[in-house]
T-cell receptor
Framework: GAVVSQHPSRVICKSGTSVKIECRSLDFQATTMFWYRQFPKQSLMLMATSNEGSKATYEQGVEKDKFLINHASLTLSTLTVTSAHPEDSSFYIC????????????FGPGTRLTVT | AQSVAQPEDQVNVAEGNPLTVKCTYSVSGNPYLFWYVQYPNRGLQFLLKYITGDNLVKGSYGFEAEFNKSQTSFHLKKPSALVSDSALYFCAVRPMDSNYQLIWGAGTKLIIKP
């Protein structure tokens, strides 16, 4: 149980284009989803927290107009990187938390974004 | 400021020996504590958590962790290391007043040599 999927696993796009990453909770309803960014050999950096049906809460320094997050249902959240630049190249990871007394977050396998 | 420290960037252990990956935290109140493992180019997998109760918690793959309130530590341990345990390990803490957000340690690379 508690499986989170991400799609795509890898994506290469050109500068100036937009890329959408999907995060799905497969066997539970995710009341809260988190989006992280991870640089090589570094820890996770929380980008934003989203609750189903409401606007995402972005961490300081994260541009909400560049990283659009939509949590349209209890099993799906999307992150759209708009007008991508090479510096946006990174490993993006989502996680989800279920309802009730669930303490831990369950993580997707990550998406490797390369902007050329 | 609240923080989580993993003092060792890398830990090297021979296969079959016990291993310890250290974690200390500076968070107000009584936080929830977690360990996650990350294999190359993969997302994170939950290993174990401490919420309340017995200070020694057991998790996946034979790992366990001991919560020490006075030392504000939550070290990850395993009695006998396997080569397949080689990975990146993250300690994370959730303050009780947070919106389920985690404060992450920098990660410790664990290398188990045959």
């Amino acid at each position: 149980g508690a499986v989170v999927s991400q799609h795509p696993s890898r994506v290469i796009c050109k500068s100036g284009t937009s890329v959408k990453i999907e995060c799905r909770s497969l066997d539970f309803q995710a009341t809260t989803m988190f989006w992280y960014r991870q640089f090589p050999k570094q820890s996770l950096m929380l980008m934003a927290t989203s609750n189903e049906g409401s606007k995402a809460t972005y961490e300081q320094g994260v541009e909400k107009d560049k990283f659009l997050i939509n949590h349209a249902s209890l099993t799906l959240s999307t992150l759209t990187v708009t007008s991508a630049h090479p510096e946006d190249s990174s490993f993006y990871i989502c996680s989800a938390r279920g309802a009730g007394g669930t303490y831990e977050q369950y993580f997707g396998p990550g998406t490797r974004l390369t902007v050329t | 400021a609240q923080s989580v420290a993993q003092p060792e960037d890398q830990v090297n252990v021979a296969e079959g020996n016990p291993l310890t990956v250290k974690c200390t935290y500076s968070v107000s109140g009584n936080p929830y504590l977690f360990w996650y493992v990350q294999y190359p180019n993969r997302g994170l997998q939950f290993l174990l958590k401490y919420i309340t109760g017995d200070n020694l918690v057991k998790g996946s793959y034979g790992f366990e962790a001991e919560f020490n309130k006075s030392q504000t530590s939550f070290h990850l341990k395993k009695p006998s290391a396997l080569v397949s345990d080689s990975a990146l390990y993250f300690c994370a803490v959730r303050p009780m007043d947070s919106n389920y957000q985690l404060i992450w340690g920098a990660g410790t690379k664990l290398i188990i040599k045959p």
